[in-house]
């Protein structure tokens, strides 16, 4: 189970970190990573982190621009965003499992589908 937060209003060209804390699980076997769902689009993943050797996978869109990182201590998974731009409005989420490439699959190897609240990026001026 995860708690996404520190979603915002922020301009063009401006930074914001979310964070995911996950519970239910403390073991850095499984991999976090975060989707995100624009108005009137499809969810779409953008960044995974294997939490057992640190490798991060970025999509297109987002790579040079987000950095995803984990905190084992507190067991959060951070994404930072910087040079924020109109697209990157939507809400994003928190997901667990498998990394392969930027997309997270759930434990079963297979496409996620258990998303939480969610936290609301919004990029305007």
């Known amino acids: 189970q995860f708690v996404e937060s520190g979603g915002n209003l922020v301009q063009p060209g401006g930074s914001l970190r979310l964070s995911c804390a996950v519970s239910?699980?403390?073991?850095?076997?499984?991999?976090v990573g975060w989707y995100r769902q624009a108005p009137g689009r499809e969810r779409e993943a953008v960044s995974c982190?294997?939490?057992?050797?640190?490798?991060?996978y970025y999509s297109d869109s987002v790579k040079g621009r987000f950095t995803i990182s984990t905190d084992t201590s507190k067991n959060t998974v951070y994404l930072q965003m910087d040079n924020l731009k109109y697209e990157d409005t939507a809400v994003y989420y928190c997901?667990?499992?498998?990394?392969?490439?930027?997309?997270?699959?759930?434990?079963?190897?297979?496409?996620?589908?258990?998303w939480g609240q969610g936290t609301p990026v919004t990029v305007s001026s």
């Open positions: 997901a667990w499992g498998y990394c392969v490439g930027y997309v997270t699959y759930d434990v079963y190897g297979t496409v996620y589908d258990d």
């Open positions: 239910g699980f403390t073991s850095d076997y499984y991999a």
């Open positions: 982190i294997n939490r057992q050797d640190g490798s991060t």
